[in-house]
C-alpha cells in the first residue's frame, strides 16, 4: 500500500494521465460525421458538437419521426446515397446494420469509416451503443450524462401503471413484437401487462384484428402509420 505521504504525487501523475488521454480523445475525434438514418441523427444530435456534423438524413427533419427535429435546424442533410457523400467527403460515417449493404461496402472500400449501428433489442444495448457512440465521438462524458438522464427517467416511471393493465404494442400490417423487445421492456418497466402472451405471440407475429376484438387489452398503442 503506498505511504500517505505520496499520495499527492500519484494523484497529479493520475491526473496526468486523464489529461493525456483526454486530449488525446480529443485529437483523434473526427470532424466531419455524416449519418444515414434517423436513429444515428438523434445519437450525434445528442452527443456531438454542432461542427463535427457535416450532414445527417432527411427524415431529421421530419417533426413526426424526429424527437430532435428543432435541434437539426441550420445542419445540412444528405441524400443517403454513398456516392454523394465521396464526393462531399466525411471522416465517420454512421450508417443501420439493416441499410444498404452496397453503400457501406462502397464507402468502406473508398477508406471512409464506417460505424454501423444495430437497433436496439433492450435498454443495456441502447446503453452501450450510447457509450460506444460517445466514445468514438471523443465525447465520452456526455454518453455518461445522457445514459444517466434516461436511467434517471426510468427511475421516475418505475411502476407508475397500477392494476396490472394489459396493453398491446400494434405495427403496421398487424405485426406484434415479442415480450423480449425494447418496447416490451420499457412497457413492463412502466408497469404493464403485455397483451400479446394472452394472444400467443409472446415472441412476436401478426395479431388478427379478430382476435384481438374477441381478447382485448385494456389499452392499444399503435403507430401513427398503421395501416
Known sequence: MPQLSRMPGLFAIA????????????QDAPRRVVSLNL??????????D?????????????RALSFLADDAGGLPTNEGRGEVI????ADLVFAAS?????????????????????PWNSLADGRAQI???????GHPERGERLVGEIDAALARSSGIV????????????????GADSLVGEILR????RLHQEALGLAQGGVARLENIVASPPDYLLIDDVVG
Open 15 to 26: 491526473f496526468f494521465l486523464l489529461a493525456a488521454l483526454e486530449a488525446a480523445s480529443a
Open 39 to 48: 436513429c444515428a441523427d438523434q445519437l450525434l444530435l445528442a452527443l456531438a
Open 50 to 62: 454542432r461542427d463535427q456534423i457535416a450532414s445527417l438524413s432527411p427524415l431529421v427533419e421530419d
Open 86 to 89: 465521396l464526393f462531399k467527403g
Open 98 to 118: 439493416y441499410g444498404s449493404r452496397i453503400q457501406r461496402e462502397l464507402l468502406e472500400r473508398h477508406g471512409i469509416p464506417l460505424m454501423t449501428l444495430d
Open 131 to 137: 457509450r460506444a457512440v460517445a466514445m468514438r465521438l
Open 162 to 177: 397500477r392494476g396490472s393493465r394489459s396493453i398491446l404494442t400494434y405495427y403496421r400490417r398487424g405485426w406484434v413484437p
Open 189 to 192: 418497466h412502466l408497469g404493464f
